[in-house]
């Protein structure tokens, strides 16, 4: 009896949800290896669009879902979103697309810190752009709803609408480097990149 009572909640929850056609794109995943945008010197610009799409969250072959997910113009949406990656002082320009039929919501894209309750509201069919500095290296996200809920409450179908959002340190130069501490006996792994036309001693 219980089984039964939660596969029938489990197919109302879904049901609005699942796909019925060939009209949408399939969701790639996003395995986070690749910055979104076109990065310059000091600035990055990155051009997002949130749209439908059909996900298959264990695999092709198996059932699959139309939601809402987050897309650089052009390339398919992604689940997780877009990554957004760039160093301490970067200037970000990001405009994002609504390509759905309701008004969507997004927040995060802000300096860090910066007011966690600072969002765009976006018609449908419309883009805003957004233009601000990186702030406090960390690893942040940012995320989108379209039913106005928290992050917590959203719907299924927005369930998805999230990106990660991480600022790097800027590099410094000895004796101002990260300094390392491991144990005796601790395995390290190097990788040392020299994108220049001369050698250079190890030291």
């Keep these: 009896m219980t089984t039964r009572f939660f596969v029938v909640l489990w197919l109302l929850v879904f049901a609005g949800t699942f796909a019925t056609g060939d009209d949408v794109a399939v969701i790639a995943t996003n395995n986070n290896k690749i910055a979104a945008g076109k990065h310059s010197a000091e600035s990055v610009q990155v051009n997002l669009e949130v749209r439908e799409g059909r996900w298959f969250p264990d695999g092709k072959h198996s059932g699959s879902l139309i939601v809402q997910a987050l897309g650089e113009n052009g390339g398919p949406p992604q689940i997780p ?6 160093v301490e002082g970067t200037m970000l320009d990001v405009v994002v697309t609504n390509r759905i039929a309701k008004a969507v919501i997004v927040y ?3 300096s860090r810190p910066g007011d966690g309750k600072a969002h765009l509201t976006i018609a449908a069919g419309t883009s805003q752009e957004v ?17 106005g809920k928290s992050i917590a409450d959203r719907e299924a179908a927005e369930s998805q609408l999230a990106g990660a959002y991480i600022v790097d340190p800027k590099g410094l130069s000895w004796p101002f480097t990260e300094r390392f501490s ?15 036309n001369s050698a250079h001693a190890m030291h």
Excluded: D, K, S
């Excluded at 990186?134 to 995320?143: E, I, K, L, R, S």
């Design 81 to 86: 979103g877009p990554m957004i990656r760039v």
């Design 108 to 110: 995060g894209l802000h």
């Design 131 to 147: 233009r601000f500095l990186a702030g406090v290296p960390g690893t942040y996200y940012y995320w989108a709803t379209t039913t």
């Design 182 to 196: 491991p144990n005796v006996g601790e395995p390290l792994q190097w990788r040392w990149i020299n994108p220049t």
